[in-house]
T-cell receptor, first 112, second 112 residues
Framework: DAGITQSPRHKVTETGTPVTLRCHQT?????MYWYRQDPGHGLRLIHYSYGVKDTDKGEVSDGYSVSRSKTEDFLLTLESATSSQTSVYFCAIKEGLTYEQYFGPGTRLTVT | KNEVEQSPQNLTAQEGEFITINCSYSVGISALHWLQQHPGGGIVSLFMLSSGKKKHGRLIATINIQEKHSSLHITASHPRDSAVYICAALELQETSGSRLTFGEGTQLTVNP
């Protein structure tokens, strides 16, 4: 357990509404990541952060934005949710010494 | 073509059997990460290895860097081993810390 929590754990929202998912960590890790997991695909990187206010895009970043104003919180925002963004979203942190990534419990998002 | 491919996609075994899951990758990597995803959805890190073999309990992971291939073995399998096993190729990167490219996972079911 790397002290990672995600909220909410489940959310149903309508197309066109904004949605923000929160990832919170308690162990002061520098690197944080947002992934989505869909059937037929492996986990895919959406955005990552390498420090407070330092973020960059991953391979599937279109339609998503992120913010990191504090070390412990990494927010993922869907500005205008679409049905294609129905997915399970995982946050992860990188352990500094071994480069292993540790994952939060996931958020299941359904866009209707 | 995925950069990381796992086989088989699905595997059903009887309790007590020796199980092998294979992972082949086409990217140059620093290490290979094996993960387990429980039926409830949580993702747990099993191993990170860059050469040779690692063992933890009944789990053994091996990697052959020259052949770009890794295997995860489970000895004396048990129904509680039923899960999705995911391999991910790790590339160290300056800004992101580490980039993981994930396989699609192997669904393992162990019957009593």
């Amino acid at each position: 357990d790397a002290g990672i929590t995600q909220s909410p754990r489940h959310k149903v929202t309508e197309t066109g509404t904004p949605v923000t998912l929160r990832c919170h960590q308690t162990e002061n890790h520098r690197y944080m990541y947002w992934y989505r997991q869909d059937p037929g695909h492996g986990l895919r990187l959406i955005h990552y952060s390498y420090g407070v206010k330092d973020t960059d895009k991953g391979e599937v970043s279109d339609g998503y934005s992120v913010s990191r104003s504090k070390t412990e919180d990494f927010l993922l925002t869907l500005e205008s949710a679409t049905s294609s963004q129905t997915s399970v979203y995982f946050c992860a942190i990188k352990e500094g010494l071994t480069y292993e990534q540790y994952f939060g419990p996931g958020t299941r998002l359904t866009v209707t | 073509k995925n950069e990381v491919e796992q086989s088989p996609q699905n595997l059903t075994a009887q309790e007590g059997e020796f199980i092998t899951i294979n992972c082949s990758y086409s990217v140059g990597i620093s290490a290979l990460h094996w993960l387990q995803q429980h039926p409830g959805g949580g993702i747990v890190s099993l191993f990170m290895l860059s050469s040779g073999k690692k063992k933890h309990g009944r789990l053994i992971a091996t990697i052959n860097i020259q052949e770009k291939h890794s295997s995860l073995h489970i000895t004396a399998s048990h129904p509680r081993d039923s899960a999705v096993y995911i391999c991910a190729a790790l590339e160290l990167q300056e800004t992101s810390g580490s980039r993981l490219t994930f396989g699609e996972g192997t669904q393992l079911t162990v019957n009593p």
